[in-house]
C-alpha cells in the first residue's frame, strides 16, 4: 500500500497526467443536496453517478465512502446535548441511507455496486470483509463503504483514510461542496484567503486547515497516502481520475 502511495507521491510534479488504477473517492453528505438545505437531491445523485460511471469506464477501480451531513451530524447533536456516541451511532445510520442511495442510482447507470456496512444490517448491505471489497473491484463493481468504521467517536473522514488503505487504494479523491480545494482560511468568510495547490499533511495538521480530521490526516502522513482535495463540479471526479492537476494535492514526500 504505502509502495503505491509513493508511486502517485512522485508523479505529482511529472506533465503527462496518469490515471489511478484504484483509488477511493470521498463524497461529503453536503454534496448530496443539491440546492436543498436538508435530504437528498435526486438530481444531484444521478448526475454523481455519472461522473463515478465515466471514472468506472475509463478502467479505475472506484470505492466510494459517502458522509451524511446533508442528514445528521453526531458531534452537532452531541453539542445540544445527546450522547455522543449515540449521535455517533445515529450519524453512521446516516451514511447508510445516503449509500443506498448512491448504489440505487449508479446500479439504474448499469454499473455492479456494493455497499458493505461497519454495523450489521444484512438485509440491506454486505459486512465490511476487506478481502471481500477487493475482490468486488478487481471484479469490476463499485463498492460503497457505510458505517464509517463502525465505532463512535471517529468520522467518516477516518473511515474513508482507513478503507483507503486497507484495500490499497492509490490516492483518496475528496470531492468537497462549493470549494474548489484547500485555503488558508474559510473562504465563505474570509474573501481573502488565499488557494493552496499544494501542501504536505504536516502543513494542513500544523496549520489547523479544515481538510480532514487529524486522527484522517495522521493515517495518510504515516502511510504517504495523498489526497486530492477539489470541487464536486461537473467532469472534475473524471479529471482527477485521470491524473489531471484540478484543486489540491496533499502528499508526503519521500525522504
Same mark, same amino acid.
Given at each position: 500500500?504505502?509502495?503505491?502511495?509513493?508511486?502517485?507521491?512522485? +508523479?505529482? #510534479?511529472?506533465?503527462?497526467?496518469? *490515471?489511478?488504477?484504484?483509488?477511493?473517492?470521498?463524497v461529503?453528505g453536503?454534496?448530496?443536496?443539491?440546492? +436543498? #438545505?436538508?435530504?437528498?437531491?435526486?438530481?444531484t445523485?444521478?448526475?454523481?453517478?455519472?461522473?463515478?460511471?465515466?471514472?468506472?469506464?475509463?478502467?479505475?477501480e472506484?470505492?466510494?465512502?459517502?458522509?451524511?451531513?446533508?442528514?445528521?451530524?453526531?458531534?452537532?447533536?452531541?453539542?445540544?446535548?445527546?450522547?455522543?456516541?449515540?449521535?455517533?451511532?445515529?450519524?453512521?445510520?446516516?451514511?447508510?441511507?445516503?449509500?443506498?442511495?448512491?448504489?440505487?442510482?449508479?446500479?439504474?447507470?448499469?454499473?455492479?455496486t456494493?455497499?458493505? #456496512?461497519?454495523?450489521?444490517?444484512?438485509?440491506?448491505?454486505? *459486512?465490511?470483509?476487506? +478481502?471481500?471489497?477487493?475482490?468486488?473491484?478487481e471484479? $469490476? =463493481?463499485?463498492?460503497?463503504?457505510?458505517? $464509517?468504521?463502525?465505532?463512535?467517536?471517529?468520522?467518516?473522514?477516518?473511515?474513508?483514510?482507513?478503507r483507503?488503505?486497507?484495500?490499497?487504494?492509490?490516492?483518496?479523491?475528496?470531492?468537497?461542496?462549493?470549494?474548489? $480545494?484547500?485555503?488558508?482560511g474559510?473562504?465563505?468568510?474570509?474573501?481573502?484567503?488565499?488557494?493552496?495547490?499544494?501542501?504536505?499533511?504536516?502543513?494542513?495538521?500544523?496549520?489547523?486547515?479544515?481538510?480532514?480530521?487529524t486522527?484522517?490526516?495522521?493515517?495518510?502522513?504515516?502511510?504517504?497516502?495523498?489526497?486530492?482535495?477539489?470541487?464536486?463540479?461537473?467532469?472534475?471526479? =473524471?479529471?482527477?481520475?485521470?491524473?489531471?492537476?484540478? $484543486?489540491?494535492?496533499?502528499?508526503t514526500?519521500? #525522504?
Amino acid at each position: 500500500m504505502t509502495t503505491h502511495a509513493e508511486e502517485v507521491t512522485e +508523479r505529482l #510534479s511529472t506533465e503527462t497526467p496518469t *490515471p489511478f488504477h484504484r483509488a477511493l473517492l470521498k463524497v461529503s453528505g453536503e454534496a448530496l443536496l443539491g440546492d +436543498r #438545505s436538508y435530504g437528498i437531491d435526486p438530481q444531484t445523485v444521478v448526475a454523481i453517478g455519472e461522473e463515478v460511471l465515466a471514472v468506472h469506464e475509463a478502467g479505475t477501480e472506484l470505492a466510494i465512502v459517502v458522509g451524511a451531513g446533508n442528514i445528521y451530524r453526531g458531534m452537532a447533536a452531541a453539542a445540544e446535548g445527546m450522547d455522543r456516541a449515540t449521535a455517533d451511532y445515529a450519524g453512521m445510520l446516516a451514511t447508510l441511507l445516503n449509500a443506498l442511495t448512491l448504489q440505487d442510482a449508479l446500479e439504474r447507470l448499469g454499473v455492479q455496486t456494493r455497499v458493505q #456496512s461497519a454495523i450489521a444490517v444484512s438485509e440491506v448491505a454486505e *459486512p465490511y470483509i476487506r +478481502r471481500r471489497a477487493i475482490r468486488h473491484l478487481e471484479k $469490476g =463493481r463499485i463498492v460503497i463503504f457505510a458505517a $464509517g468504521t463502525g465505532n463512535p467517536f471517529f468520522t467518516t473522514d477516518t473511515a474513508a483514510a482507513l478503507r483507503a488503505l486497507e484495500i490499497g487504494a492509490e490516492a483518496i479523491l475528496m470531492a468537497k461542496n462549493n470549494v474548489e $480545494g484547500v485555503y488558508d482560511g474559510d473562504p465563505h468568510e474570509n474573501p481573502d484567503a488565499r488557494f493552496l495547490p499544494e501542501l504536505t499533511h504536516l502543513e494542513a495538521i500544523e496549520r489547523g486547515l479544515k481538510v480532514m480530521d487529524t486522527t484522517a490526516l495522521s493515517l495518510c502522513m504515516d502511510n504517504r497516502l495523498p489526497i486530492y482535495v477539489f470541487e464536486l463540479a461537473a467532469g472534475n471526479i =473524471r479529471r482527477v481520475a485521470a491524473g489531471e492537476r484540478v $484543486g489540491t494535492i496533499i502528499s508526503t514526500p519521500s #525522504s
